[in-house]
């Protein structure tokens, strides 16, 4: 198993980035908050976990350890895969994700692409006492980002599956959000609010 990949970052894409490792590029998939914590030319260095599927090897790619031990403990419950699992992290921190659980929050669980009512409550009794306490008081999630938030946040809900045209709308949408932010957005944050306007038009 490759436990974790560190070297400059080679390439970046709205789903994944490069990181050469002794003159070798391996592509790591990333959430929009892990990619935007990353700088082309800069060194990282990435917690990772393999995939393995009889025509693909599959390497996903987080900021830490304990966004990587969610990442695997969430594929654990029944119809959740290496996407969902990751889509789920693109939206909720793992400690978000643990207050879900814990506090039997649906429609937490349900901002996310692919997970309905039913599933959601499907989920919720998966994880009950698996996924532990929440580690902190941190609401918030994501990284700061410096510049273009509406590309980053773009590319981002495309990546999960919605069409550009609602992905046009949900920018516009949390557009005063980010504006209004003291300091630098986060795509983090923006990324969420934009998935529960999404939620709310369909």
């Known amino acids: 198993m490759i436990a974790f990949v560190s070297g400059p970052v080679a390439a970046l ?3 994944a980035a490069v990181v050469e490792v002794g003159g070798v590029g391996i592509a790591v998939q990333c959430t929009p908050n892990t990619l935007s914590t990353l ?3 800069q060194p990282a260095k990435l917690a990772t ?7 693909s090897l599959t390497l996903y790619g987080f900021v830490d350890d304990d966004e990587r031990g969610t990442f695997e403990l969430l594929q654990t419950a029944s119809g959740v895969g290496p996407r969902l699992a990751q889509a789920m992290l693109a939206v909720h921190t793992p400690d978000a994700l643990r207050r ?6 649906e429609k937490a669980l349900t901002a996310v692409p692919g997970i309905g009512k039913k599933g959601a409550q499907k ?3 998966e994880f009950k006492d698996r996924l532990g306490e929440p580690l902190g008081t941190s609401t918030g999630i994501g990284a700061p980002i410096s510049t273009g938030w509406r590309d980053q946040l773009h590319a981002a809900l495309i990546g999960l599956g919605y069409a550009t045209r609602e992905a ?3 920018v516009s949408a949390v557009a005063p959000q980010a504006e209004a932010a003291e300091g630098t957005p986060q795509v983090g944050q923006l990324l969420r609010a934009a998935l529960q306007t999404l939620n709310r038009a369909r």
């Not at 976990?49 to 025509?55: I, K, N, P, Q, T």
């Not at 879900?100 to 929050?105: K, P, Q, Y």
Request: charged fraction near 30%; proline fraction near 4%.
């Open 100 to 105: 879900a659980v814990a506090t039997g929050d």
């Open 39 to 41: 700088r082309m030319g």
């Open 13 to 15: 894409a709205p789903d």
């Open 168 to 170: 046009d709308e949900a």
């Open 123 to 125: 989920l919720l009794l």
């Open 49 to 55: 976990s393999l995939v393995v599927r009889e025509d």
